[in-house]
C-alpha cells in the first residue's frame, strides 16, 4: 500500500515546481516604436512632388491627348472589307426571351418565349448607311444618298468628315451594331422591309478605277 505524503510535505513539493519569475536581463540591440505611415498623408505628399515637378500637368496632357486621338479616330471595326459585289439579304431584329424579364418591384415584363420585335415599336425613320470613312467613294456615295438617312462609321474619323460636310458623322464604337446586323462589307445599306429590315452590300469602284 503507497503511503501519502504529509499536507505539508506536498504543499511545499509544490511550491518548488511552480516557474520562477522572469529576470529582467536588459534590452540587448536597437529597438523602434510600431508605427505605419499614414497613406492618404503619403498620398498626398506624392501627388504635391508630382504637382510641384509639374509631372501632374504632363500626365493630364497626355491622357487628354489620348482621348482626344480616340475619338478623333477611333480603332476600325475588325473584320470589315469593301464590298465586291451586289448582296442583298433580309434580317429579322425580333428575339425570344428566354427567360421571364422582370421590373425591380418583381412585375412581370416579358415571359419567357414571349418574341419581341423592336420595329414594331420604334420605326425606322432613316435609311443607316454603313461606310468606310477612309474611302472617299464610299464617303462621296453616302452623302449623295438622296433618301434621310444617318451615316455611321466602321472606320475613318468622324469628327474630321462632320466638319469637313457640315453633318454628323457616327461611328460604330467597337462594332457593336456591325455585329448584331452581320455586317462584313462596306458599303452598306440598312432600309426597312415590312416587318424586317433589308440590308444591301454595295461594290463600289476607287476613284482610279479599281477596288482597295
Known amino acids: ?30 529597438t523602434w516604436p510600431v508605427a505605419e ?30 482621348a482626344r486621338a480616340r475619338i478623333e479616330a477611333p480603332e476600325p471595326v475588325a473584320g470589315i472589307a469593301p464590298a465586291r459585289e451586289a448582296r442583298s ?34 420605326a425606322l425613320t432613316r435609311d443607316l448607311l454603313f461606310i468606310d470613312g477612309t474611302r472617299g467613294v464610299e464617303v462621296d456615295w453616302a452623302l449623295a444618298h438622296r433618301r434621310p438617312s444617318t451615316i455611321v462609321l466602321l472606320a475613318g474619323r468622324p ?22 446586323l452581320g455586317l462584313v462589307a462596306t458599303p452598306s445599306l440598312v432600309t426597312r422591309d415590312g416587318a424586317q429590315l433589308r440590308i444591301e452590300e454595295i461594290p463600289l469602284e476607287d476613284r482610279e478605277g479599281a477596288g482597295r
Open 89 to 122: 439579304r433580309r434580317f429579322d431584329l425580333a428575339v425570344t426571351v428566354a427567360g421571364d424579364i422582370r421590373a425591380h418591384d418583381g412585375t412581370l415584363v416579358a415571359a419567357a418565349g414571349t418574341r419581341i420585335d423592336p420595329l414594331a415599336h420604334a
Open 1 to 30: 500500500m503507497r503511503r501519502s505524503l504529509p499536507a505539508a510535505g506536498l504543499a511545499l513539493s509544490l511550491a518548488f515546481a511552480a516557474p520562477a519569475p522572469a529576470a529582467d536581463l536588459g534590452l540587448r540591440g536597437a
Open 37 to 66: 505611415p499614414d497613406l492618404l498623408a503619403e498620398i498626398e505628399t506624392r501627388l504635391a512632388a508630382l504637382e510641384s515637378s509639374g509631372a501632374l500637368e504632363r500626365f493630364a496632357a497626355e491622357a487628354a491627348a489620348r
Open 159 to 180: 469628327l474630321a468628315l462632320a466638319r469637313a460636310h457640315a453633318r454628323p458623322f457616327y461611328f460604330d464604337q467597337g462594332g457593336r451594331l456591325a455585329r448584331r
